[in-house]
């Protein structure tokens, strides 16, 4: 492992191929200076999220954990004037810095944030009727699995769900390891598997966040 050269090349990479960002930088200032832990999503998933969002042409995007806002401002961006993002945050003071922060990206109307804990959002979105076409999952871990059943309900056949943080060091594979975030994320692995709504990966990464991964699924 060579931590300090994967965060070089993530940012070299975002250098050489994207465009500078103001606005995200100053999100990610804005973050800090509120003392928000620097968690988000690095510059390049950022991209790979907004990507994907373009790939199913979603009009229609959920996130679970907001946190300050970091990845929903790229995925909202890739979406088309009338196109929404709902995204759900529990921690009433991660949500005021991210409402800032759509300030800020001036995205407040395609935002929709809302707190409170997931799950007791997620059964009122089914109640709305929303039918998103693209689900990322970067919350609590514990509850991964019932996040993901959860899209498998909102997400229409042939959407895309993207699950944040399934590696982590390596520790996924380590049973005796019982952190109750890891035995949470290994309780995704176990639903999907099974689940025959989704159809299912995962990509180990290296990058400015450490080695983690990401779980890709779409909706059958
Ligand atoms: C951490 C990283 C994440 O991407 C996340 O969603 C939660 C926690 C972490 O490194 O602790
Ligand atoms: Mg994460």
Known sequence: MNAERFAEVDHWIARHLLAPDPVLDAVLKANAEAGLPAIDVSRIIGSLLALLVGVVKAHHVLEVGTLGGYS?????????????????????????????????????????????????????LVDEGHAFDFAFIDADKENNAAYADWAATLVRP??????????????????????????????????????????ATALQLVGSKGWDGLMIARRR
Do not use: K, W
């Not at 922060?101 to 109307?109: G, I, M, S, T, Y």
């Open 158 to 199: 042939g959407g895309l769900v993207v699950i944040d943080n399934v590696v982590r060091d390596g520790r996924i594979t380590d049973d005796s390891d019982t952190d109750p975030q890891l035995v949470g994320t290994r309780s995704l692995y176990a639903a999907m598997r099974m689940d025959q709504r989704f159809e």
């Open 72 to 124: 929903a401002i790229q995925m909202a961006r890739a979406l088309p004037d009338d196109g929404r993002l709902v995204t759900i945050e529990a921690n009433p003071r991660n949500a005021e810095v991210a409402r800032a922060n759509f300030a800020r990206a001036d995205l407040v109307r395609r935002i929709d944030l809302r707190v409170g804990q997931a799950l007791d959002v997620l059964p009122g």
